[in-house]
């Protein structure tokens, strides 16, 4: 099962921010959020990943909280262009054993409306 | 940096025979490779995970004789479908990691889209 959990979808005018919540309640100390987004018939496309503190890149910003059981994907001006699926996603991990798995949720489909 | 090839794109094959999908890491070498498909309007389910030069580590459900993966180098790793039929119609898609530790980003490739007639 995936380790963590989004609203299956949101919508957001056009040159508004556009804020993506995701739960991931069971994420271990060393564990990484990552985001990445799918436009339809295209791979995933990586957006930002962190571990405990506040990332920001050309993209977009990451915002974790402090307990790091929830995180917030900011796009700070939606264009129609970030219409697409967004998954927010734990990386899976046993150090020391070939375990190693990334499980996807269902994600958040963004419509950004004109 | 960071970019993975997926080939081909798409592909339409006949029931009953095998289709390879090849998946690249350009730019790095890639410890660890996963293989995803996905049905429409649903999202990535992992079929196997694959580090180089072992066998792969497939999902519950998911035949092992049936999709082949080899991971020969630490920049290809490809995907057989054997025997294939209609319901193995779906939207293959690999990805690759750098390095096994929790700070590195999975690079997806862009999919390969198979028909089985």
């Known amino acids: 099962d995936a380790k963590t959990t989004q609203p299956p979808s949101m919508d957001c005018a056009e040159g508004r921010a556009a804020n993506l919540p995701c739960n991931h309640s069971?994420?271990?100390?060393?564990?990484?959020v990552y985001w990445y987004r799918q436009i339809h018939s295209q791979g995933p496309q990586y957006i930002i990943h962190?571990?405990?503190n506040n990332e920001t890149n050309e993209m977009a910003s990451l915002i974790i909280t402090e307990d790091r059981k929830s995180s917030t994907l900011i796009l700070p001006h939606a264009t129609l262009r970030d219409t697409a699926v967004y998954y927010c996603?734990?990386?899976?991990?046993?150090?020391?054993?070939?375990?190693?798995?990334?499980?996807f949720g269902p994600g958040t489909s963004l419509s950004v409306i004109p | 940096g960071a970019v993975v090839s997926q080939h081909p794109s798409r592909v339409i094959c006949k029931s009953g025979t095998s289709v390879k999908i090849e998946c690249r890491s350009l730019?790095?070498?890639?410890?660890?490779m996963f293989w995803y498909r996905q049905f429409p309007k649903q999202s990535l389910m992992l079929m196997a995970t694959?580090?180089?030069?072992?066998?792969?580590?497939?999902e519950q459900g998911v035949e092992k004789d049936k999709f082949l993966i080899n991971h020969a180098s630490l920049t290809l790793s490809t995907l057989t479908v054997t025997s294939a039929h209609p319901e193995d119609s779906s939207f293959y898609i690999c990805?690759?990691?750098?390095?096994?530790?929790?700070?590195?980003?999975?690079?997806f490739g862009n999919g390969t889209r198979l028909t089985v007639t």
């Open positions: 990805s690759a990691v750098r390095d096994r530790g929790y700070n590195s980003p999975l690079h």
């Open positions: 069971t994420i271990s100390g060393n564990e990484y």
């Open positions: 962190g571990l405990k």
């Open positions: 996603i734990v990386r899976d991990l046993k150090p020391g054993t070939s375990y190693d798995k990334v499980i």
């Open positions: 730019d790095f070498q890639a410890t660890t």
């Open positions: 694959s580090n180089e030069g072992s066998k792969a580590t497939y």
